[in-house]
């Protein structure tokens, strides 16, 4: 196994109370990687980033983490490596900006320990590449979603993760915003942090992933690069709709996806 | 908030508090004034128990308005807890049953004469496992409904148990009917019977309960927004809840055993005080603590005075205020609620 490979899943299979929604799910993700997972909806996106968030348990195989076993770590241990931001998050209780990105230092800090310069160091970063640092003292119910969901992530950085877990992070924002946040994960994988995220937007997968997982069927269909991912027989396939793929105008390595009326 | 915002308000808080409890003292069926306190401030030094106003001042209306400022505090504090046990600002000991249930668990103990263990009477005891069972139980049915459990769910959960252990409760009051006088008393009690040996043996408990909560204050403050967010930030979801849960039990039972069920405090005091000093449990229990308590003692004052010598059940009082507030907070934040 290459030395800089975060995160392994080897022949998982993921579900709820025994019932799979996927299985044989093998792929691994390396230090500074985007994956992005795109598929239909329902079919088991965000089951995968909860099992590998470990909030539910594989129903078998393994997921390692810098080659140990998920489970072996203690809850603070495993929350200190890996960050999550469910789908959809809103907040309705009025916390501070920086309120809710402190919370990030919750698995260093504990139950009672006080802000540690560390600490402040990793909220004040968090905030900083956010671009929210002249947002710290406004009430996260006043923000909008797409301000809300960098606070989340700004949350999960706080934490000074290896693995950034994000389940739909551009849904419900408008394309600005969109953009802006794939930015963001753009700057941050550069930086070396790994991020597996899942998107509907394929287009946007093609312009910022590192590699793509295709998730239909039960199971990864395909995994790879986005040339390799992206292409018009897959996605018929798994999304029974008629579309064509193009070359991006400027970058013309990078698929687009375009839409066709089916009738 | 600044730290020094925050700070002064609590200081003014206090200061309220202060001059109320002084006003409480002094006001009732007998009005002794101000100077008169002083002066029998003077004899706590000098002991003379045959002074009518040291008697009225120390033995009956001091101990009652310390004990209504615990209870305050208590419900209060146990208001906060279960809201956010339950991720739903409209939860409170008495909406979701944990009163009905401590009320029940006392009878229980009264009729069945049960023994004290060590210390703790079995009474005490019998209402914190009430309260206990009555929270978990409207826990597991309102999460049958989802998770967070909505608002609604939350609030038939809560009114079958409460109706259905009121119902047990009378049905005990019917076939053991030789105790019911002392149930009755002990449920209706009110501060009316207030005095220093309840207060001594209430008030532990309610330190007790309070601090359990308090120092689940950080996880809290994640919990609230989630049971997955607090997974993922490492948090041992089942040992908080059952950590605050029992606080808050121990907190409403204590409340529940010194004055008997006292409506919509655990839902007033905390609501407001989130709105001054924000969400952040460090911040907002002692601010929640202080308001409940000056809540409560408000209300007994207007129970004791309004109609002197008559002195109405201070649950009255608070329930004229709290079912009003209570159907503006569902009807403003109906939509939000339990998220």
Known sequence: MAPDVRLSADNLSVGYHGRSILSRISFSVSKGEL?????????????????????????????????????????????VKIGYVAQGSSIHWPFTVYELVSQGRFPSRGWFGSESPADKLAIEEALEITDLYSYRERLVTELSGGELQRVLIARALAQKPELLLLDEPVSHLDIRYQIGVMELLQKLVSQGLSAIISLHDLNLASLYASTVSLVAQGGIVTHGTVKEVLR?????????????????????????????RQR | MPRRRYLSIIFILLIILFF??????????????????????GILFYPDQEDTNFTILFALRLPRV??????????????????????????????????????????????????????????????????????????????????????????????????FFSALLSLILVIKDKDMHRVYYWLLGG????????????????????????????????????????????????????????????????????????????????????????????????????????????????????????????????????APFFIVLLFKRGRHLGT
């Not at chain 2, 208001?79 to 739903?88: A, E, K, L, S, Y």
């Not at chain 2, 909406?95 to 263990?117: C, Q, R, T």
């Not at chain 2, 000093?277 to 002692?286: A, E, I, M, S, T």
């Open chain 1, 35 to 79: 994956l992005t997972l795109v598929g239909p909806n329902g079919a088991g996106k965000t089951t995968l980033l909860k099992t590998l968030a470990a909030l539910i348990k594989p129903l078998s195989g393994t997921i390692l983490l810098d080659s140990k076993p998920l489970e072996t770590f203690s809850s603070y241990e495993r929350a």
């Open chain 2, 20 to 41: 109320t409890a002084l006003f409480g003292v002094t006001a009732g069926a007998v009005t002794i004034s101000f100077k008169e306190v002083v002066r029998v401030l």
């Open chain 1, 232 to 260: 018009p027989d897959i996605l018929q396939e798994a999304y029974n709709i008629n579309l064509e793929v193009g070359p991006h105008p400027e970058s013309p390595d990078l698929p687009m996806i375009y839409y066709q």
């Open chain 2, 191 to 322: 501060l009316g019977m207030s005095s220093w040996t309840e207060l001594i043996t209430a008030v532990p408990i309610m330190v007790l309960g309070a601090a359990l909560v308090y120092i689940a204050s950080r996880p809290l403050d994640i919990l609230i927004q989630g049971d997955d967010v607090a997974y993922s930030l490492g948090i041992d979801v089942r040992r908080l809840r059952f950590l605050v849960a029992s606080g808050a039990s121990l907190a409403a039972a204590a409340a529940v055993a010194s004055a008997g069920i006292i409506g919509f405090v655990g839902l007033i005091a905390p609501h407001a005080m989130r709105i001054i000093v924000g969400p952040n449990h460090r911040r907002l229990l002692p601010a929640a603590a202080l308001g409940g308590a000056l809540l409560v003692l408000v209300a007994d004052i207007v129970a004791r005075t309004i109609a002197a010598p008559l002195e109405l059940p201070i649950g009255i009082i608070t329930s004229i205020i709290g």
């Open chain 2, 66 to 163: 310390l004990l209504a400022m615990a209870v305050g505090a208590s419900l209060s504090v146990a208001g906060t807890g279960f809201q956010g046990f339950f991720r739903n600002p409209l939860a409170d000991p008495y909406v979701i049953g944990a009163s009905s249930g401590a009320a029940l668990g006392a009878a229980l103990a009264i009729v069945l004469s049960l023994p004290a263990i060590g210390p703790v009477s079995s009474v005490s005891l019998c209402a914190f496992v009430g309260a206990l069972v009555a929270t978990f139980l409207a826990f597991s049915l309102s999460r049958f409904a989802g998770d967070p459990p909505p608002a609604v769910a939350l609030l038939l959960a809560g009114t079958a148990l409460s109706a």
